[in-house]
């Protein structure tokens, strides 16, 4: 096991974690290409990448891991197979600035999911965060109701809810390793998307400029984002790893509007900056107070690693 990163280091290893994830949806938008021909390559660029760093570490294949630990690995591996269809689909529809923005919306689903599933404690704050995400939302969409752009906003929505249930998945059992979820999604990713690809009558192989950027998308971005951030993880309490995760989110409108020259309109920013509130109330008040409700009198609290 890696010796754990000091707190300053996994700090700046959270962030750049969220900052290398975020370059995939320049990918998604200059591929052009359909969401489920992008995802086939996406997936098959993980479980390459990860099956060669087995075999070169010499440990058994992540991808059979996955496939055979159980239901609740299965139940893990398809939420993360929901967000991540939802989020490319909405990126190639409405763009990388609202669907980023939308999808912000993960630590505020999860933090409520948590309360219902695993009774967790919620906070005062937590609900007035979440309230203040929702309104953020409904700024966003607002205008767009009746519009095409619906779908994407939809799509943008459920990978939020997506990526909150496989964290709640994650934190149901923190002494598990989780990291076989990343090949085992991929590989039934690539079945289902192959699938629908020939359902629509359209070719596997979308051309050599979408596979290529969807490899390296795959390959480079998802797979060493991923291990950062998992490293950092063992350092950082999960509290503020929730904000940290959000540097892939505030990056992307940024990358748009440098490398892909979108514009957002006013009102999509105005609620991205309200999700981005909430969430930074919720991850830094609503944090502190469920820590300080969960330790008993007399005892000094220590926060939990993610």
């Given at each position: 096991m890696p010796r754990a990163l000091s707190p300053v280091v996994a700090t700046v290893v959270a962030i750049l974690s969220g900052v290398i994830w975020s370059l995939g949806a320049v990918h998604v938008a200059k591929a052009h290409a359909d969401a489920f021909q992008y995802l086939i390559w996406r997936s098959v660029a993980i479980i390459f990448v990860l099956e060669v760093v087995a075999r070169i570490r010499r440990v058994?294949?992540?991808t059979r891991i996955g496939l055979s630990s159980g239901r609740l690995m299965?139940?893990?591996s398809m939420m993360l197979l929901v967000a991540s269809i939802a989020f490319v689909y909405a990126v190639s529809v409405n763009g990388a600035a609202q669907s980023a923005f939308l999808a912000s919306m993960t630590p505020l689903f999860a933090v409520?999911?948590?309360h219902v599933v695993l009774g967790e404690h919620?906070?005062?704050t937590t609900v007035v965060a979440v309230g203040l995400g929702l309104a953020g939302l409904v700024i966003m969409v607002g205008g767009n109701l009746g519009g095409g752009s619906v779908i994407g906003s939809v799509s943008a929505v459920a990978s939020s809810v997506g990526f909150a249930v496989y964290t709640v998945c994650v934190r149901s059992d923190r002494s598990r390793d989780w990291s076989p979820v990343l090949p085992g999604y991929a590989l039934v990713m690539i079945g289902i998307c192959a699938a629908v690809t020939l359902a629509k009558g359209r070719s596997l192989v979308p051309g050599v400029q979408p596979v290529t950027l969807?490899?390296?998308h795959g390959g480079l971005y998802i797979v060493v984002g991923t291990l950062l951030f998992n490293l950092a993880a063992r350092t950082v309490p999960a509290v503020h790893m929730t904000v940290y995760a959000q540097a892939e989110m505030v990056c992307v409108p940024v990358w748009g509007l440098l490398l892909l020259n979108e514009h957002p309109a006013h009102r999509t920013i105005a609620g991205g900056l309200v999700v981005f509130a909430a969430i930074t109330i919720n991850a830094v008040w609503g944090g502190r107070?469920?820590?300080e409700a969960s330790v008993p009198d007399?005892?000094?609290?220590?926060p939990a690693q993610g």
């Open positions: 058994p294949s992540p299965w139940l893990t409520v999911i948590s919620l906070t005062g969807a490899l390296i107070q469920a820590l007399g005892e000094h609290a220590v």
